[in-house]
C-alpha cells in the first residue's frame, strides 16, 4: 500500500499464485517443478521506479536420497520481475543442496 500526505492507507489489488508438480523416477530420485507469478496494481502515488509490476518464477531440480537421512540435489530457478516504470531483469541460478538428518 501507499500512504498519501494526509495518513490515508492506500492499498493496490495484487493476484498472484504457484502450481508444483513432484514426479518420483524411483524409489530414491525425484523431481519437482515450480512455476509461480504475482502482478499487481499499485497506486499512482506510487514510486513507478521502485515497485515491482508483475513477478514471475519457475524452479526444476533433481533430488537423490540414496538413504532416509541424506539427500543430495540440484536445482534451477529461472525468475522475471517488471517494475512499473517498465523496467524489467531476468536472472537465471543453479544451485546445489544437501542434506543430512541426524
Keep these: 500500500g501507499v500512504i498519501d500526505?494526509?495518513?490515508?492507507?492506500?492499498?493496490?489489488?495484487?493476484?498472484?499464485?504457484?502450481?508444483?508438480?513432484?514426479?518420483?523416477?524411483?524409489?530414491?530420485l525425484r523431481t519437482t517443478a515450480t512455476a509461480g507469478f504475482a502482478q499487481a496494481d499499485h497506486a499512482t502515488a506510487a514510486d513507478p521506479g521502485s515497485v515491482n509490476n508483475m513477478i514471475y518464477s519457475t524452479h526444476l531440480n533433481l533430488i537423490w536420497s540414496p538413504s532416509l537421512n541424506a539427500s543430495i540435489g540440484i536445482e534451477w530457478l529461472h525468475g522475471y520481475r517488471e517494475l512499473e516504470d517498465g523496467r524489467n531483469g531476468e536472472l537465471d541460478r543453479i544451485q546445489l543442496t544437501s542434506l543430512y538428518r541426524f
Design 5 to 28: 500526505a494526509s495518513g490515508r492507507i492506500h492499498l493496490s489489488p495484487i493476484i498472484g499464485g504457484y502450481a508444483a508438480i513432484q514426479h518420483w523416477w524411483t524409489e530414491d
